[in-house]
């Protein structure tokens, strides 16, 4: 009987994967899937135009300089020992301006900007009558903000709202879309158990997600590591962790899509309008910090939290309850999440098993 049962679920995958993938109600899930590639896409051909100004700026220098001469410059040194340590500027502005002094009172001060580059790092330099104000470098390659950075898009964009909408659009269709296009009635009337199929039309939505958002996290990444050199990329791939980070993200990406593949499946079949369980699966998620401990177990973002490997640091003077959107305060080790995830998409799924045996077709309510 178990050989039956999985030749059935397989011959139900096959069927759905080929109206998944093509259905013209789900088109916009590729575009939602695209929207961070996009994204990243756009930040990395920002990011190489600025390199090739920076390089562009150190080949104009007067000599050659390292990091190291950047480093050099403090507040207060006088122009001569700037010029002394980085030659003549490439870029330079100069203008007068007025500084209050007083009470009603005020005096003339000439000021000039500099700006320098070692071929990789920018140095801004603001003086005044002669003495430096301030100096200020803006690194071309910072990992770990660029890591904080993709950490946020992956946290706040992709799982939140790509992947949660993605299978929103797909597993919701599953049982859904056959009563909207009054089609349901042939899988009933085949020689199949109810369960079986629900078991085969699940695992094909969990395979069209895991595909089409599995995709888009690589490109995400691809994408995110175009504008390094290849020194660059090597050590962010190698030596800060990137390459692990990259694995760990697609497996928290294939998580999601299994827990909420579950919510979205059972809701397609308990509720005829999808807009009601959508909103409160929604709410859930997002306020999912502020809820009870107890209650945050029954939630998919919570584990998918658990499970990042990028901890997005507070912004300085955040509010205590914007903090909590983006701190993981009691975090659960990973197995514990990984394990979380699948009784909760079991559970669910062992709903779904009994509310589809108990099913009626009625098209004319629809």
């Given at each position: 009987?178990?050989?039956?049962w999985?030749a059935?679920?397989?011959?139900v995958?096959r069927?759905?994967?080929?109206?998944?993938f093509v259905?013209?109600?789900?088109?916009?899930?590729?575009?939602?899937a695209?929207?961070?590639?996009?994204l990243?896409i756009?930040?990395?051909?920002?990011?190489s135009?600025e390199?090739?100004?920076?390089?562009?700026?150190?080949?104009?220098?007067?000599?050659?300089?390292?990091?190291?001469?950047?480093?050099a410059?403090k507040?207060?040194?006088?122009?001569?020992?700037?010029?002394a340590i980085l030659?003549?500027p490439?870029?330079?502005?100069?203008?007068?301006?007025r500084r209050p002094?007083?009470?009603?009172?005020?005096?003339?001060v000439?000021?000039?900007?500099?700006?320098?580059?070692?071929?990789q790092?920018?140095?801004y330099?603001?003086?005044a009558?002669?003495?430096v104000e301030?100096?200020h470098i803006?690194?071309g390659?910072?990992?770990?903000q660029?890591?904080f950075?993709?950490?946020?898009v992956f946290?706040?964009?992709?799982l939140?709202l790509a992947v949660f909408?993605?299978?929103?659009?797909?597993f919701?269709n599953?049982f859904?879309g056959?009563?909207l296009?009054?089609?349901?009635?042939?899988y009933f009337?085949?020689?199949i158990?109810?369960?079986?199929?629900?078991a085969g039309?699940?695992?094909?939505?969990?395979l069209?997600?895991?595909t089409i958002?599995?995709?888009?996290?690589?490109l995400?990444?691809?994408a995110f590591l175009?504008h390094f050199?290849?020194?660059?990329?090597d050590?962010?791939l190698?030596?800060?962790?990137g390459?692990?980070?990259a694995a760990?993200y697609?497996?928290?990406?294939?998580?999601?899509?299994?827990?909420?593949?579950?919510?979205?499946l059972g809701?397609?079949?308990?509720?005829?309008?999808?807009?009601?369980?959508?909103?409160?699966?929604l709410f859930?998620e997002?306020?999912n910090?502020?809820l009870?401990?107890l209650?945050?177990?029954?939630s998919?973002i919570?584990?998918?939290?658990?499970l990042?490997?990028?901890?997005?640091?507070?912004?300085p003077g955040?509010p205590g309850?914007f903090?909590?959107?983006f701190s993981?305060a009691?975090?659960i080790?990973?197995?514990?999440?990984i394990?979380g995830?699948i009784v909760v998409?079991g559970?669910?799924?062992?709903?779904s098993g009994a509310?589809?045996r108990r099913?009626?077709i009625?098209y004319?309510?629809e």
């Amino acid at each position: 009987m178990t050989r039956l049962w999985w030749a059935q679920i397989k011959a139900v995958v096959r069927l759905e994967l080929k109206k998944t993938f093509v259905a013209k109600r789900g088109l916009w899930i590729y575009a939602v899937a695209a929207l961070p590639v996009l994204l990243f896409i756009a930040y990395a051909v920002a990011m190489s135009n600025e390199q090739h100004k920076t390089v562009k700026l150190a080949r104009d220098s007067q000599k050659p300089l390292s990091y190291q001469d950047l480093l050099a410059i403090k507040s207060g040194m006088a122009r001569n020992e700037v010029l002394a340590i980085l030659g003549k500027p490439p870029v330079n502005f100069h203008w007068s301006g007025r500084r209050p002094t007083g009470p009603g009172a005020d005096e003339e001060v000439f000021r000039e900007d500099y700006q320098y580059s070692d071929g990789q790092n920018d140095l801004y330099i603001s003086l005044a009558d002669g003495k430096v104000e301030s100096a200020h470098i803006r690194e071309g390659y910072n990992l770990g903000q660029d890591a904080f950075m993709f950490a946020g898009v992956f946290q706040f964009f992709f799982l939140r709202l790509a992947v949660f909408f993605g299978c929103l659009g797909i597993f919701m269709n599953l049982f859904r879309g056959e009563v909207l296009d009054k089609s349901l009635h042939f899988y009933f009337l085949a020689p199949i158990r109810r369960e079986v199929l629900m078991a085969g039309k699940f695992l094909a939505g969990l395979l069209a997600t895991c595909t089409i958002f599995v995709t888009s996290e690589v490109l995400q990444t691809l994408a995110f590591l175009w504008h390094f050199n290849p020194h660059m990329r090597d050590v962010y791939l190698f030596h800060n962790h990137g390459l692990e980070h990259a694995a760990i993200y697609v497996g928290v990406t294939m998580l999601a899509c299994l827990g909420y593949g579950a919510f979205f499946l059972g809701a397609g079949m308990l509720f005829r309008n999808p807009i009601i369980p959508t909103a409160a699966v929604l709410f859930w998620e997002w306020f999912n910090p502020f809820l009870p401990a107890l209650l945050k177990q029954f939630s998919v973002i919570y584990y998918l939290k658990s499970l990042c490997p990028v901890e997005i640091p507070l912004p300085p003077g955040m509010p205590g309850l914007f903090a909590l959107l983006f701190s993981n305060a009691d975090p659960i080790s990973a197995p514990l999440a990984i394990l979380g995830i699948i009784v909760v998409a079991g559970i669910v799924l062992a709903v779904s098993g009994a509310q589809v045996r108990r099913m009626e077709i009625n098209y004319t309510s629809e």
